[in-house]
Every structure is written in C-alpha cells, then in structure tokens.
T-cell receptor
C-alpha cells in the first residue's frame, strides 16, 4: 500500500543534541512538507519542498534544517538552536494542486 | 497570505446529537477548502474537500460541509455523532497564488459524551 512513513513514533533526546526525523513516501508525490503541532496551536509549517534538491522555509524554520536528495525522502533535523523542540511533528506529501495532502502518523519528540 | 479561523476550540456534544464546526477563511479569488480529522497521536485524515461545483460537499463518516463564498465560510456538520467521532478537526485552505500549500486553522476538539 502506498503511504507516508514517519519514524520513529516516539523520540527522546537530551537538550543540546541534534536529532533527525525520518519521512519516506512511496506515493510518487513531488511535494513534501513538515509541520509542527503544539496543543492549541494547530499546525505550523516548518519547511516544504516542491521538487528534489529544492526546499523553502515555512513560517517557523528557525532551528530546523531539511534535505531533499531523493523524491521519496524528506528528513527533518531539529538542531540545538531550536529553543523549544518538544512537540509532535507531522510530515505530509502532495501531488499538484488542489488535491490536498496525505499525512504520516507523526513523530512525538521529547527533549529532556 | 491566507488565514483560517476555527471559531470554537472545543465542542462537547452528546451521542446521536448533531454537531457543527465553524470555519472562516480570509478572502481570495479562488480557494480550495479541506476538512481533516486527527485521532490521538495520529496523523491527519482527509474528511472532505471543496474544489469547485456544488457548494454542499459530502465526505466520509457521514460528514458534510457547505461552502459559502459571500461569508467566506466552510462549516462542517454531522447530523448524528458517535462516540468514535471524538477527535480534533482541522479546516484548511489553499489558493492558486500559494500553489498547493495549505494553511490550517487552529483546530476544534470534539468530545462526544454518552
């Protein structure tokens, strides 16, 4: 079955460490997105990529980095510069407008 | 830039009662509208979408939504809810100027009581 796989589902890291969240899709979608979700704040866009080897900052890109070396993969690195990294992270992908997104099941990151 | 407002952050409702979740967006020439549902610790699942045509859109699980261009609204309704409808619901909008990039509302948490 086609879909988006995010791993791991739960991730714990010490403060000051970088951590990379995985997102893989086999839907042949061109565009991929990373969102951060905090209670009561909805979804906020971190980064998005509409084509391989190209990506753009979203609304809250500070402290995060991404790469898009393959169409299927869009990993997100949460760096030590991110002031408050504990959150639920969602990856999504889409074909061209206007058909909406397909979401992964999310990664809950806890920094202690 | 688009903005989306979900007017109710929480909606308690009794089982088998109707529910309406309100969504308003900022005006644009041509928009596409979506409702997603999120169960605890899961990703978002598409409930329904409005692209063009009939303003009443039917989705999965008995949900429907009505697009009202003059009021820039896209309210979600279900005539009779089940316990399993307890979840968070997100309204989202995209427009041609933004490509396929969606802007989400803050979410409405629905709690269905027996």
């Amino acid at each position: 079955d086609g879909g988006i796989t995010q791993s791991p589902k739960y991730l714990f890291r010490k403060e000051g460490q970088n951590v990379t969240l995985s997102c893989e899709q086999n839907l042949n979608h061109d565009a991929m997105y990373w969102y951060r979700q905090d209670p009561g704040q909805g979804l906020r866009l971190i980064y998005y990529s509409q084509i391989v080897n190209d990506f753009q900052k979203g609304d809250i890109a500070e402290g995060y980095s991404v790469s898009r070396e393959k169409k299927e993969s869009f990993p997100l690195t949460v760096t030590s510069a991110q002031k408050n990294p504990t959150a639920f992270y969602l990856c999504a992908s889409s074909i061209e407008a206007p058909f909406g997104y397909t979401f992964g099941s999310g990664t809950r990151l806890t920094v202690v | 830039a688009q903005s989306v407002t979900q007017l109710d952050s929480q909606v308690p409702v009794f089982e088998e009662a109707p529910v309406e979740l309100r969504c308003n967006y900022s005006s644009s020439v041509s928009v596409y509208l979506f409702w997603y549902v999120q169960y605890p610790n899961q990703g978002l699942q598409l409930l329904l979408k409005y692209l063009s045509g009939s303003t009443l859109v039917k989705g999965i699980n008995g949900f429907e939504a009505e697009f009202n261009k003059s009021q820039t609204s896209f309210h979600l309704r279900k005539p009779s809810v089940h316990i399993s409808d307890t979840a968070e619901y997100f309204c989202a909008v995209s427009d041609r100027a933004a490509g396929n990039k969606l802007t989400f509302g803050g979410g409405t948490r629905v709690l269905v009581k027996p």
